[in-house]
């Protein structure tokens, strides 16, 4: 490493003062975040809606809602994407290069987004398979952009501010998820003021308009403006110096690309380039090699990665699931089906603004200053704190005038997942894999996590509704949602262990 150290090129960025390429940087980045943010979680502002559309039972008290596999399918499918993937463009991006791979996801996302919104077909079945195939395939690029994005910020960044930079890009999720919430609201009040419908309690069939399968539909599309509106960017992005010179061997090439950027000159050492192939150990990712310098860092990130997306991505999916249990989103059988997507989206947007963002920016200013472990260490223990403050007095805050505070405090657990371990767990593998690796061994460090959505999606889907005598687990006794805030909180205070005990 010291060698590669000695690189002019390569020392040239580590000392770089903050300058324009680095915002520029962030903001390419980082669109493919805000992206992949938008597209993961957009399903969550329209299942209700997919419900009332096509699983309508006549004579039916409430609205028809997803089966519970439905559902399942639905809201995971695309998580089970963005694992193969993290993957297969992990490994891509380490034997062709990011440039190449980071326009080839963009496109897959674009391409999948608008697919998903084009759901064909007017039975259940079919609408719902078409849907799920797409959202695949969505996930499959999301899976891809994730570890480019951050590869290609640490690869651009200097020392001083690489883990702030890092989490500067990351930080656009939650401007993702905001930008959802504010667009759902938008185009649901846009319906419901051109097209008026009744409350189902009024009126069961009339409550969902026919205009409503365009709500859905446009929601899902719209995921892929902001990845269209960066390709252009990002196809004249140059290749990152660190895989021109180390991996592709390409010291001229490395050299005068990184001139441009940093607007200086800077000599070409392929002599060094050379000498330091053939003076540094060769080993591939599963290597004991590997293994005895990394395994740990890769095991210890990993494992804190599962524990916390357990809570992070069951609670983005499902949160609306928990405001309704508690009263405050109001009972669906007293809106219209545009009326519920409105109300969805507003709840979603209060919780981006007042928690998810700033909790995000928390951490861009604080990384570089008190540090990657201290910050983890804060998000487990406030979100443990949080979630069993919720879980054991659970009716309590069930009861009308207490809603408030159980929004509040389920609220503060977004803020320390992104002042906390949802941030840190992404900056933290960037940094300790060798240039030929790093998109893969940061993908390994992330599949762990992704195997954690898909069982939190397994988890809240029998939570989304309550019943009084048998838990989402089959425990007698506890009420549905109260058992996956008990959950959630023995999963983060897991976290604390791990995070103690490990690198």
């Not at 001139?259 to 060094?272: C, F, G, R, Y």
Request: charged share 15%.
């Amino acid at each position: 490493m010291s060698g590669e150290n000695n690189l002019k090129v390569l020392n040239a960025l580590d000392v770089a003062k903050t300058q324009w390429y680095h915002f520029t940087a962030i903001i390419i980045a980082g669109m493919g975040f805000f992206t992949d943010a938008y597209d993961l979680f957009c399903i969550s502002l329209v299942t209700k809606m997919l419900g009332r559309i096509y699983y309508h039972v006549d004579g039916s008290p409430k609205p028809g809602s997803l089966p519970p596999n439905v559902s399942a399918a639905v809201n995971g499918v695309a998580l089970i994407g963005t694992l193969a993937g993290q993957l297969f463009f992990g490994w891509l991006g380490d034997k062709m290069g990011r440039k190449k791979v980071y326009g080839v996801t963009l496109m897959l996302m674009c391409v999948c987004s608008i697919a998903s919104g084009l759901s064909f077909g007017h039975e259940p079945k079919t609408v719902m398979a078409t849907l799920c195939f797409f959202r695949f395939w969505l996930g499959f690029g999301i899976g891809g952009d994730y570890p480019l994005s951050a590869t290609i910020m640490s690869e651009y960044a200097n020392k001083k501010t690489r883990g702030a930079f890092i989490a500067a890009v990351f930080a656009m999720q939650g401007f993702g998820i905001l930008a959802g919430g504010i667009f759902g609201m938008i185009l649901s009040s846009a319906f419901e003021a051109k097209f008026k419908a009744p409350a189902y309690e009024v009126d069961p069939i009339a409550s969902t308009a026919p205009q409503a399968d365009f709500v859905w539909r446009i929601i899902l599309m719209a995921g892929a403006l902001p990845a269209m509106m960066t390709f252009y960017s990002r196809s004249k992005m140059p290749e990152t110096a660190r895989y021109t010179a180390l991996v592709a061997k390409d010291a001229k090439q490395a050299a005068a690309d990184m001139s441009k950027v940093l607007n200086m000159d800077i000599e070409a050492e392929q002599p060094k380039v050379e000498q330091i192939e053939k003076t540094k150990g060769s080993y591939g990712l599963f290597s004991k090699e590997f293994l005895s310098r990394h395994g740990l860092h890769l095991l210890g990130t990993a494992s804190t990665w599962f524990l916390l997306d357990i809570a992070f991505y069951s609670q983005n999916l499902f949160q609306k699931d928990i405001f309704s249990a508690i009263g405050w989103i109001p009972p669906a059988k007293t809106m219209s089906a545009i009326q519920e997507v409105f109300t969805i989206a507003r709840a979603q947007t209060l919780i981006a603004l007042c928690s998810t963002v700033p909790g995000y920016w928390f951490t861009v200013a604080l990384i570089d200053v008190i540090g990657r472990f201290a910050i983890q260490l804060i998000g487990f223990f406030f979100m443990t704190v949080f979630m069993f403050a919720l879980a054991f007095p659970y009716n309590h805050w069930t009861k009308p005038d207490n809603r408030i505070g159980f929004v509040v405090m389920y609220s503060l657990t977004f803020f320390f997942a992104n002042f906390g371990p949802n941030a840190t767990t992404f900056v933290v593998p960037a940094r300790y894999s060798l240039p030929g690796l790093i998109d893969l061994s940061w993908n390994i460090g992330r599949s762990r996590e992704i195997g954690s959505h898909s069982w939190g999606v397994r988890v809240f889907v029998p939570g989304a509704e309550q019943r009084p005598k048998e838990g989402g687990c089959g425990l007698p006794g506890r009420n549905r949602g109260e058992e996956c805030t008990y959950t959630i909180g023995c999963g983060q205070s897991f976290g604390i262990i791990v995070h103690i005990l490990g690198p």
